[in-house]
């Protein structure tokens, strides 16, 4: 595992996430990524239907990085950083595509210890603003790129413990949804239509809540735009 925090204020990474926060937000961006490594396979051929059909090919060799970016911030009261954020994302690598799987994201309730203006919320920036860095360092020309994630509400994924401050905001899977929904969507805009500087041949966003019509799961989406599927 590579340690490459507290993140220098030359980092790419550090000035990603200036340009998410407002000014005067103080804190500190801790980032561990680990090397490539061969893992196994995301997806597998399908199976032989008849026996005069050829071989299968192998599954595509798969690598798989991990990343950790911790946030804290200064509690005035105990004159010593806490953490208030944390995001695992594994970055997975074929030949063909680029598949970046937010793992876990969660919060510990101390961001009311730094000031910001309502109602910007810089869970959301960092998390935006730490996803686009990674979108920019991972792209390969000509190559797919998928940015996939399970939304499934829980009071605590990184935190034990957390659950316990009264200060947490704990959203239900219908909030969490349409969080991530506004997580996503300005990536949407920013590499998509809005921005054809990026020359991304097609940027497009999927969305599959299950148990809902596509009636019902249009009203998560921020805007119904041409750039959301509902569906696979």
């Known amino acids: 595992m590579t340690p490459s925090g507290p993140q220098t204020r030359d980092s790419p ?17 801790w980032h561990l990524s680990t090397t490539p490594t061969v893992t196994e396979a995301l997806c597998y051929p399908p199976a ?25 911030i200064t509690d005035p009261a105990r004159a010593k950083d806490v953490l208030a954020l944390g995001l ?13 799987f937010v793992a876990k994201a969660d919060s510990t309730g101390y961001l009311h210890l ?36 399970f939304a499934r509400a829980q009071s605590q994924y990184l935190f034990p413990g957390s659950v316990q401050n009264s200060k947490k905001h704990i959203l239900d899977d219908r909030g969490l949804i349409k969080w991530w929904c506004r997580v996503l969507n300005p990536l949407l805009d920013d590499h998509g239509w809005k921005n054809p500087t990026r020359n991304w041949d097609r940027v497009h966003g999927y969305l599959v809540i299950p148990g809902l019509d596509d009636y019902e799961t249009r009203a998560f989406v921020p805007r119904a735009e041409a750039q959301h599927t509902i569906g696979h």
């Not at 990474?13 to 961006?29: D, I, N, R």
């Not at 695992?88 to 970046?100: D, L, M, N, Q, R």
């Open 13 to 29: 990474l550090v000035k990603a996430l200036s340009q998410a926060l407002p000014e005067g937000f103080h804190c500190t961006a």
């Open 48 to 72: 032989l239907t008849s026996t005069t059909e050829r071989r299968p090919i192998k599954p595509l060799k798969t690598y798989c990085e991990k990343h950790f970016l911790a946030v804290s």
């Open 88 to 100: 695992e994302i594994y970055v997975y690598t074929t030949t063909f595509s680029t598949a970046i």
């Open 114 to 149: 730094q000031s910001t203006p309502q109602p910007f919320s810089p869970i959301r920036a960092v998390t935006v603003a730490f996803l686009n860095f990674l979108v920019e360092h991972r792209r390969r020309p000509s190559k797919q790129l998928i940015i996939n994630l």
